[in-house]
């Protein structure tokens, strides 16, 4: 190992988020082989490029962060919008701890991006017990070409991971390695019965929990969300184009209110995003931050692409005690539907995501707190 690399499982082993059963694999499969020559960190935006500075990108190979591996799914006129990244060494340790796969199973992987996780299941498990789709088919190149180099051969399909692959099935884990709002029942029907689908889920006000489901012996998927988690969203699931680009008309009859709700209750709290996003579904936010470093003033908006409703939450050290100017425009009152959520929550004791679980049949997906007797959201 170079060090760089043996600083890195050196340090996941000591901070105990690297399996034992795991150390292997990590220890075998760098993970500078399957990162572009321009890393850039998927929370700051900064980049490194390979030909200008070889040992900080070696260095930012092997930091404990996420790195975006495409944008604008390789459109280079696009917003910069992410649609492929490579999570942080010490996330994809722990999805592989929930995962519990051992020798003698079979695996299927939705999302290769860069290949770099489909190399350490293919460690572990062996190449034959390892299919791996990407529905983008040069990511999916890419991501075969730099598993041969380190070794590896699992199978790496180009189609699209919502259909599964029926082609080896049945398997005994399924992995997303991004974000559903609803899981697709093909992950089901195509696992053994006593496997496990493991995949980030979300809602379009938050994404960021991993879902950790049993499959049942009738086809029924049910399990609770295990924690926090980043990536982007499948390509399906994610925000319509040109979301933000329309301007409300002017309603001088609706005068601007104000709030006591701050930033950190919602924005800084991921449990609370969490809770508020199941029960405004469709919902979706965003934050702009003031351009100046330093600034602590920003803006939360919220917008429904059904009825184009859209609110806005001016946060600034300026309003002092009178409280947050807010903007509602639409037919839906977002803003006052999202403090009547968050008060809701708080009433409820602020549960954690770990409390929420989550029922995937043929016929709906049932979200729940506590036990299937409190369903909170049901989609058909």
Sequence with gaps: MIPPHRRMVEDLAERGVLPSD????FAAVPRHLFLPDVIIDAGTGGHVDR???????????YADAPVLTQVDGGDRRGPGEPTSS???PSALAGVMRHLRAVPGMRVLEVGTGSGYSAALLSHLLGDDAVVSVEIDFELAE?????LMGAGFTPLVVGGDGMQGWAGRA???RVVSGVAVRRVPYAWVAQSRPGGRILTPWGDAFHHGVLADLVV????TARGRFVGHTDCVWARADRAPGRLWEARPRPEPDHAATRTRLRPEDLVGDRDAAFAVGL???GVYRRVR???ERGDPRLTVQLVDPVTWSRASWHVGPEHGESGHEVRQHGPRRLFTELEAAHLRWVEAGRPAPTRFGLTVSAERQLVWLDDEDSVLASSG
Excluded: C
């Design 216 to 219: 049942g012996a009738r086809g």
């Design 170 to 172: 049945p398997y005994d």
């Design 289 to 291: 931050r003031a351009r």
């Design 279 to 281: 029960q405004m579904p």
């Design 51 to 61: 030909e200008v500075d070889e040992r900080g990108w070696l260095e930012a190979a």
């Design 22 to 25: 795991w150390h292997a694999a």
């Design 86 to 88: 490579a999570p942080a």
């Design 142 to 146: 890419r991501a075969r070409i730099s």
